[in-house]
C-alpha cells in the first residue's frame, strides 16, 4: 500500500487486531515529528507486554482506488512497520473469504476485487519514484 504517498509498504492487514501499530522506523521516514501521548500497555503476539510510544495521527493510505486518514500506536519494533485494525479494513470495505483463505475489497465500481496477499515477512519499505526522481532509485529497498 502506499503510506502518506511517500512510500510503498507491506500492511499486515490483521482482522483480529485490536489497535493500529505502526514501526517507529516508518514514523521517522514519514517524518512524523508529533506523537500524542498513549499510556497504554499491550500484550503482543508473542506475549510480551509493550509500552507504545505514542500515538501518530495523520496517517494515510491509498489502496485499490481508496484513501484513508487513520492514526495508530507507535512502537518501537521491527516486526512489522504497519499492522491495520479491523475498523481501518472495515472503512476500505475489505471482506475476508475464510472459506477460500481469500481478501477481497469492495471497489467504487461495486465489484468485489480479490486483493493480493503477500506471505513473504521481508517488511521493507520502497520510495515512490516520481519522473523527478533519480532512476538508481527506483529499485532501492530501504529498511
Not at 83 to 100: F, Q
Amino acid at each position: 500500500m502506499k503510506v502518506n504517498n511517500l512510500y510503498y509498504v507491506n500492511v499486515l492487514m490483521v482482522g483480529e487486531a485490536v489497535s493500529n501499530m505502526v514501526s517507529l522506523d516508518l514514523i521517522k521516514k514519514l517524518e512524523i515529528k508529533v506523537l500524542l501521548k498513549d499510556p497504554g500497555k499491550y500484550t503482543t503476539a508473542n506475549g510480551q507486554k509493550s509500552q507504545a510510544l505514542g500515538i501518530a495521527q495523520c496517517i494515510i493510505i491509498y489502496f485499490m482506488e481508496k484513501l484513508l486518514r487513520f492514526s495508530s500506536s507507535v512502537y518501537n519494533h521491527s516486526a512489522f512497520l504497519l499492522s491495520s485494525e479491523r475498523k481501518v479494513l472495515h472503512k476500505l470495505k475489505a471482506l475476508i473469504g475464510w472459506n477460500l483463505g481469500k481478501w477481497y475489497i469492495k471497489t467504487s465500481k461495486r465489484s468485489n476485487v480479490e486483493i493480493p496477499i503477500n506471505f513473504d515477512t521481508n517488511y521493507g519499505i520502497r520510495k515512490i519514484v516520481t519522473s523527478d526522481s533519480i532512476a538508481e532509485d527506483e529499485t532501492e529497498i530501504e529498511k
